[in-house]
């Protein structure tokens, strides 16, 4: 099993809770889209431990959320995607590493993030 694969894999629990959150959301009556952290979240190739491009992800965010601005995005963490769209991980506290690259790049006052909760 190659660390390409192993990425490959291990994005789906947060690419499928995402997308569970969001139409769980959709039946209490909020307005929210799934949004695909590998359309904005720029990695290198460093598969299973992939560092952001931030200069890449900030542009996508500002130019995607502000978009969405009727709707609540929900996203999940730790995962990313190459240039060329391959997907990466961003390894260990990834979930917490991507709350954080998206307040930074969004210009947030504020960000929380929310380990160990029950019934998250």
């Known amino acids: 099993l190659t660390p390409r694969a192993t990425d490959a894999i291990a994005s789906y629990g947060e690419r499928l809770s995402s997308l569970i959150v969001a139409h769980l959301f959709q039946g209490h009556g909020l307005r929210t889209v799934p949004v695909d952290a590998r359309l904005l979240i ?3 190739r460093r598969f299973t431990q ?3 491009d ?3 992800t900030y542009a996508n965010l500002q130019r995607v959320i502000p978009e969405l601005a009727d709707r609540v995005p ?3 963490g730790f995962i ?3 240039p060329d769209g391959v997907t990466t991980t961003l390894g260990r506290g990834g979930s ?3 709350g954080a690259i998206v307040g930074a790049g ?3 006052e504020e960000i929380q993030i929310w380990t160990d909760v029950d019934g998250m």
């Open 74 to 76: 929900v996203m999940g």
């Open 106 to 108: 969004l210009n947030a």
């Open 50 to 52: 992939a560092a952001p």
């Open 42 to 44: 720029v990695t290198d």
């Open 80 to 82: 990313g995607a190459t």
């Open 96 to 98: 917490d590493f991507t």
């Open 54 to 56: 931030f200069a890449a």
